[in-house]
Each structure stands twice: as structure tokens, then as C-alpha cells.
């Protein structure tokens, strides 16, 4: 019944900006910490974002981090990344994913850690 489904992704030239949304069901959304993961062709799946469920903290790496926002909303059953500035090298496939009574800090945030994901929704920066 736990099911994530992305949306919002699309082309987008350098420099632009778009806003994934994941819409979440079959489970109260406050107990769960979100992720936000992208994993480009042969490259390994990497955290971007997360915001935890036990003080609505976020995470960002240094990769993305004053370009991209994290932000949910428990009541809608939502969670969103906006991403501006985007880059070419921001191309991939990006993921939500949820762990419940996770806590994400520090300079790391392992897919591995989460156990619900979504099915991704592409991003592609191109000129």
C-alpha cells in the first residue's frame, strides 16, 4: 500500500529552474523522514536533499546546496524539491524516498538507508 510517485521533471535549459513534487500515500507522512536521490547513467544513485520527520531539519550536499530547496507539507501528503540554477551535470533520474524515524545529518545521505521509493522522474538540463 506505501506507494511515492514523482512528477514535475522535464527539460530544462542551464540556468533554469523546476519543481518535483512527491505525492505520497498509504501512510501518515510526519513519522517519515524524505529523500530526495538522483542517479545519472552509469553513475551510482546519490542523495540530494532530505527533510526529517522529527523537526522538519533539511540536508542538502555541497553539490546542490543554495540551488536547491526542500520543503513538505504533511497535511497535502506532499513533498517538493525546487531546483534553480540548474546544470547539465544536474541530469538524471531523481527519486523521492521515505524511512520512517530516520534522521539524515551530516555529509552523507546512503540510498540504502531508505526502503520506499518511488519509480523517478527525469530531469534532463540541456541547451
Known amino acids: 500500500q506505501l506507494q511515492l510517485v514523482e512528477s514535475g521533471g522535464g527539460l530544462v535549459q542551464p540556468g533554469g529552474s523546476l519543481r518535483l513534487s512527491c505525492a505520497i500515500s498509504?501512510?501518515?507522512?510526519?513519522?517519515?523522514?524524505i529523500g530526495w536521490f538522483r542517479q545519472a547513467p552509469g553513475k551510482e544513485r546519490e542523495g540530494v536533499s532530505c527533510?526529517?520527520?522529527?523537526?522538519?531539519?533539511?540536508y542538502y550536499p555541497d553539490s546542490v546546496k543554495g540551488r536547491f530547496t526542500i520543503s513538505r507539507d504533511n497535511a497535502k501528503n506532499t513533498v517538493w524539491l525546487q531546483m534553480n540554477s540548474l546544470k547539465p551535470e544536474d541530469t538524471a533520474i531523481y527519486y523521492c524516498?521515505?524511512?520512517?524515524?530516520?534522521?539524515?545529518?551530516?555529509?552523507?545521505?546512503?540510498?540504502?538507508?531508505?526502503?520506499?521509493w518511488g519509480r523517478g522522474t527525469q530531469v534532463t538540463v540541456s541547451s
Open positions: 524516498a521515505a524511512e520512517a524515524y530516520y534522521y539524515c545529518a551530516g555529509f552523507v545521505l546512503p540510498p540504502a538507508d531508505f526502503h520506499s
Open positions: 527533510v526529517n520527520f522529527s523537526d522538519n531539519t533539511t
Open positions: 498509504g501512510f501518515r507522512l510526519d513519522i517519515y523522514t
